[in-house]
């Protein structure tokens, strides 16, 4: 799951890592009131209207401006929600905003330059351990620092047992040039910052920029974060955070029917069992020269409500011109799987686009026969190749 910006900072600031004050407004009059309390509490004349979307690269795209007056947070407000904003990392559709973050302006001048880096906490699949990953270069995008200045960025793996160790945290602000207030402050911040994402099961938190004010203070400017799925039956207080606008509809549909189902581009909808022969069925679609609509895993019980299910999902997307069923009964009765498939179809009444269905495994001739036997307008196979080739005909 992931969350907005002011959500992220929410977490941060609970866990006593400091953050760049903001207050979430959904209008133009909104913004000004939190403007308005933000002078109050921060004594902040300037502030940052900042875009709400579940994409980065805002400031890029204009979804992030600086407004000197309370007219400037006003027009800007009121510029910024309702856009559609297109950043490097959205579709050329770009997001629709529905909501800003007006923050205090953290970029003053004082007696020291403020420098921007870049920290974030994720975990190094290689080694099974949590890391924090951090540079010099903040502000950027990290995969261009990568690229270009690989050396720029370091690491540090935690050992799970004894979690983030003080050394580590100095070695940190260390290696980002810090000394004095600005230094003690980074170890607080690096320490609080890993706490808050093993204490919130997150599978990232990633700082983009982490600033250091002119007056040595250290502070999270933005916030992604990502909360594991597989951990929120234990943050209830969390489920609130989830906002479905900001994901695909028909993904959450699928998802309400226990269906794992990604989007694609093509124009071949799968109906596939096991994400591994979902991968090999999208590799055959290709072969065949179509592009897969989606990825599609129906689970170890594909029976006819699920198959229905599935259809109903598929069909949804209305550049799919063909459907490959492609299910191996190991545990689940290739017969069963068919009868699954006619009872569905015969429930959907007219489906238009041609459907190839290949039953491999435990029952798959009995299979093939109910199908073939079926009259429905539906294609069995059961090699694989077989399946690609009758894929290939229906495209022609
Ligand atoms: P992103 O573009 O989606 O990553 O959004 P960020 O939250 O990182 O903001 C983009 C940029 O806006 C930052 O890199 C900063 O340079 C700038 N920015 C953020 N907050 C302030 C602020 O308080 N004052 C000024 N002057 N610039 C800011
Ligand atoms: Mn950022």
Not at 126 to 154: C, K, Q, W
Not at 269 to 278: E, I, P, T
Not at 287 to 297: I, M, R, S, V, W
Not at 359 to 365: E, F, H, M, R, V
Request: negative net charge.
């Amino acid at each position: 799951m992931n969350l907005h910006e002011y959500q992220g900072k929410d977490i941060l600031s609970s866990f006593g890592v400091r953050i760049q004050r903001g207050i979430v407004a959904k209008n133009a009059n909104e913004a000004v009131a939190a403007a308005k309390q933000l002078t109050a509490e921060t004594g902040t004349g300037w502030h940052v209207i900042k875009a709400q979307v579940h994409a980065g690269g805002r400031g890029k795209g204009g979804g992030v401006k600086l407004a000197k007056n309370l007219k400037e947070v006003e027009e800007i407000a009121g510029q910024i929600i309702g856009m559609q904003l297109v950043t490097p990392q959205t579709s050329a559709e770009g997001k629709k905003v529905h909501q800003v973050l007006v923050a205090e302006d953290v970029y003053y001048p004082g007696e020291t330059e403020t420098s921007e880096f870049y920290v974030s906490v994720l975990l190094n699949r290689g080694t099974g351990r949590n890391m924090i990953m951090y540079s010099t270069e903040g502000g950027m995008d990290i995969e261009t620092v990568a690229e270009e200045t690989p050396h720029l960025i370091f690491t540090e793996e935690i050992d799970p047992a004894t979690g983030i160790l003080p050394f580590q945290a100095r070695r940190v602000a260390f290696n980002l040039g810090l000394e004095g207030t600005a230094f003690k402050e980074m170890t607080k911040f690096v320490t609080n910052l890993y706490t808050a994402y093993v204490k919130s099961d997150a599978s990232l938190f990633e700082i983009n920029p982490v600033l250091k004010t002119s007056d040595n203070k250290i502070m999270a400017v933005d916030a992604k974060v990502t909360i594991d799925d597989n951990s929120l039956f234990r943050h209830k207080d969390y489920l609130d955070l989830r906002d479905l606008r900001e994901e695909s509809a028909i993904e959450v549909e699928a998802g309400a029917l226990g269906l794992n189902y990604v989007d694609l581009d093509g124009n071949v909808g799968c109906m596939v069992n096991g994400a591994g022969l979902a991968m090999a069925t999208m590799d055959l679609i290709k072969q065949a020269g179509g592009e897969p609509a989606n990825f599609l895993d129906v689970g170890g019980t594909a029976d006819a409500a699920r198959v229905e299910a599935a259809f109903r999902i598929i069909l949804k997307d209305p550049a799919v011109k063909a459907i490959l069923i492609n299910i191996f009964g190991g545990i689940v009765r290739c017969d069963r799987v068919a009868q699954g498939v006619i009872d569905a179809y015969k429930n959907m009444g007219n489906i238009e686009v041609p459907i190839i269905v290949r039953l491999q495994g435990t029952n798959a001739d009995i299979a093939k026969k109910l199908i073939d036997d079926s009259g429905l307008d539906v294609m069995s196979a059961t090699e694989f190749q077989e399946a690609a080739d009758k894929v290939q005909a229906v495209l022609a």
